[in-house]
């Protein structure tokens, strides 16, 4: 169990620095799943999934920065004077 003859201490013995293992070893796991999900036949459950968190994740984007504006905005109402409203 604890020898050096996992995939991951031969690609450091070659050379790779411990990133470009972990890209390295991501890669052939996103390979594999990706083509298990395509022969299973799911790829339609997955894709709208990932459309899904997709959109979901744009709509948490929109809202956070409506909130940012929000926040700007009654930060910049509470640096004017009641003069300033009524100036040009």
């Known amino acids: 169990i604890n020898d050096t003859n996992h995939l991951h201490h031969q690609l450091l013995e070659m050379g790779l620095s411990p990133k470009q293992v972990l890209l390295v070893e991501l ?10 999900v395509i022969t299973v036949g799911a790829f339609k ?6 459309i899904g968190l997709a959109l979901i994740i744009g709509i948490l984007l929109i809202h956070r920065k409506a909130q940012q504006e929000k926040v700007k905005k009654q930060e910049e109402v509470k640096k004017q004077t009641p003069e300033s409203k009524y100036s040009y």
Request: zero cysteines.
């Open 45 to 50: 459950f997955f894709a709208i999934l990932i």
């Open 27 to 36: 890669s052939i796991t996103l390979l594999t799943g990706s083509i298990a």
